[in-house]
C-alpha cells in the first residue's frame, strides 16, 4: 500500500466523541499540519502511542476543535504503518472537516475495512484473526463477544498451526529420509504416518463440532414459535422482545408470513419466529403460511409450542404437538391470567412447561431466565466463519485419504500427496495462501474506518 487513507471511524454522530483514522506514508507529516499539541514538540515527533491534547487546524490555520489525537509510528500501530486518531467532539460538521482537511492534505478516502486489510497485509493478523475482528464487531451478546476475542488472540490460529505442523512433520520425515540416505535418521514407518495423520484428522473433526454453537453464538439461536390461531403466539413474540412486534388481534388467523425478531434473553441471542396459527387453513394464504411454519418448526433449533392455558386442549393443540414431535422444544401455557384451565397432557409430553400471560408480564421473566441458560460460555475459541470451518472440512477428507492409503501400505510418495493437500487447505484458513477475491469479499464485511 503505497498511498495513504483516511476515513471516519467512530459511532453515529453526532455523539461525545467521534474518531478520525489516517493510516500510510505521510500520516506523520499529515499530522504535523492538522493537529497542533498544546505542550511538546509536534506530533510527527512523538512522543508516540501517547494521546496528546491540542487544536485540530482548519486550512486558514485556525482552531476547528479541542480534542486529543495520537500518532503511531510504524510498525507500532493497528495497520503496521505510520498513523494518526484524532479523537473529536462527535459533531457531523467537525468530524466531515476533518476527513476534508485529510484529503486536502493527500489522503484518500479508505475502503470498507482497508485499514484491517493492511494489518492483514503487513502481518499483524492471520485472515483468521480479521474475521475474528469482523465478529468482535458485529457481537450481539458478551459470549459472542469472548469468542471473537479468543479468536482475535490466536485461539482458533494456534489450533490450525499445530494441526499444519504435526502434518508437516510426517512429510519433512519422509523427505529428509530420501534425501539424506546415509545419514543415522530413524525410518519412515507407514503404521505411524497412519497414526499421526489420523489423529491430525480426529483433532480438526472436534474443532468442527464446535463449529454450529460457535456460528449460534453469532447469528443467534433460531426459534420458532407454533401453536393454534389466539393462542397468544404473537403477544408472546411481543413480550419477549419489548416491544410490539408482531400485530395482535382477536382475530384468529392474523399471523400469515413468518415474523422474525432477534431477542436478547441474558447472554443467549434468539432469532425467533412467530408463525401462523396451526388449523384447517381458510384460504390459500393461510396454507402457505401454515407450511412455512412447520418449516421453520424443523429448521429451528428449540421449538416454543404455545397454549391458552384458560381453556382445555382441542384438536389444533394436538397440530402444533404433533408439528413439533421428534424435535427439540417446550410448552407455554399463555393466558393465565384469563384462568387456568386442566391441561395434564402437557406434563406428559413435554419435559418443561411454562405457565405465564404474555399480556399482563406475570411469569415471562421465569421463562426468559431459562432461555438465557442455553447459551453456555466456551471454555475455548469456537469457529464461527464458513470459510474455515468449509477448509478444515476438506483437510480432515485429506488427512483421512492419506492415513487410509497409508494403512493400505500405499507407497509414502502416493498416500503424502493427499497430507500435502492438507496443509495447502490450512493455510487458505490462515489466509497465508490464498486468492486475491476470496480476502477482498472478507473485507467487504466490514464498515468504513475499520
Avoid at 326 to 340: M, S, T, W, Y
Avoid at 361 to 366: K, Q, R
Avoid at 415 to 432: H, I, N, T
Amino acid at each position: 500500500m503505497n498511498h495513504m487513507i483516511a476515513a471516519y471511524s467512530g459511532g453515529a454522530l453526532p455523539a461525545a466523541i467521534g474518531i478520525c483514522r489516517v493510516s500510510g506514508p505521510g500520516a506523520l507529516a499529515l499530522a504535523e499540519k492538522i493537529f497542533r499539541p498544546r505542550k511538546g514538540r509536534p506530533m510527527g515527533e512523538g512522543p508516540f502511542s501517547v494521546m496528546r491534547y491540542g487544536e485540530v487546524l482548519d486550512g486558514d490555520g485556525r482552531a476547528l476543535d479541542l480534542c486529543l489525537a495520537c500518532c503511531y509510528r510504524a510498525p507500532a500501530s493497528y495497520t503496521g504503518e505510520d498513523m494518526l486518531e484524532i479523537f473529536c467532539h462527535g459533531s457531523q460538521a467537525v468530524a466531515a472537516r476533518i476527513l476534508e482537511r485529510c484529503m486536502e492534505l493527500g489522503a484518500q478516502p479508505a475502503r470498507a475495512g482497508e485499514f484491517t486489510q493492511r494489518a492483514f497485509l503487513a502481518g499483524k493478523m492471520d485472515l483468521i484473526g480479521a474475521e475474528a475482528t469482523a465478529d468482535l464487531i458485529e457481537a450481539q451478546s458478551a459470549a459472542a463477544a469472548k469468542n471473537a476475542a479468543a479468536q482475535l488472540k490466536g485461539g482458533i490460529s494456534r489450533q490450525i498451526r499445530a494441526l499444519r505442523q504435526g502434518i508437516m512433520d510426517q512429510l519433512t520425515h519422509f523427505y529428509a529420509v530420501c534425501d539424506y540416505p546415509d545419514e543415522d535418521l530413524d525410518p519412515f514407518v507407514n503404521r505411524q504416518a497412519c497414526q499421526a495423520l489420523t489423529e491430525r484428522a480426529d483433532e480438526m473433526d472436534q474443532m468442527l463440532a464446535g463449529f454450529e454453537r460457535g456460528r449460534t453464538l453469532v447469528q443467534g439461536l433460531p426459534v420458532t414459535i407454533l401453536g393454534k390461531p389466539n393462542a397468544g403466539k404473537s403477544s408472546l413474540l411481543n413480550a419477549l422482545a419489548g416491544y410490539d412486534r408482531a400485530i395482535v388481534t382477536e382475530e384468529a388467523g392474523a399471523t400469515r408470513d413468518i415474523v422474525t425478531e432477534t431477542v436478547r434473553c441474558g447472554d443467549t441471542v434468539l432469532r425467533l419466529s412467530d408463525t401462523a396459527g396451526l388449523r384447517q387453513a381458510e384460504s390459500q394464504a393461510e396454507r402457505i403460511g401454515i407450511e412455512k411454519a412447520r418449516q421453520s418448526a424443523q429448521q429451528s433449533r428449540l421449538v416454543i409450542c404455545v397454549f391458552d392455558g384458560s381453556q382445555p386442549l382441542g384438536q389444533q393443540d394436538r397440530e402444533a404437538v404433533e408439528a413439533s414431535e421428534g424435535l427439540e422444544r417446550i410448552a407455554v401455557r399463555n393466558k393465565i391470567d384469563l384462568g387456568q384451565a386442566d391441561q395434564p397432557q402437557l406434563a406428559e409430553q413435554f419435559d418443561r412447561v411454562f405457565s405465564l400471560s404474555a399480556k399482563t408480564g406475570e411469569g415471562v421473566e421465569a421463562l426468559c431466565q431459562w432461555l438465557a441458560g442455553l447459551t453456555v460460555q466456551p471454555d475455548q475459541a469456537l469457529i464461527t466463519s464458513a470459510r474455515q470451518a468449509a477448509l478444515l472440512t476438506q483437510a480432515v477428507q485429506s488427512c483421512r485419504l492419506a492415513a487410509e492409503s497409508a494403512r493400505q501400505g500405499f507407497t509414502a510418495d502416493a498416500f503424502l500427496a493427499d497430507a500435502e493437500q492438507a496443509v495447502r487447505l490450512l493455510d487458505q484458513a490462515l489466509g497465508e495462501s490464498v486468492g486475491e477475491d476470496i480476502v477482498h469479499g472478507i473485507f467487504s464485511r466490514f464498515c468504513v474506518g475499520k
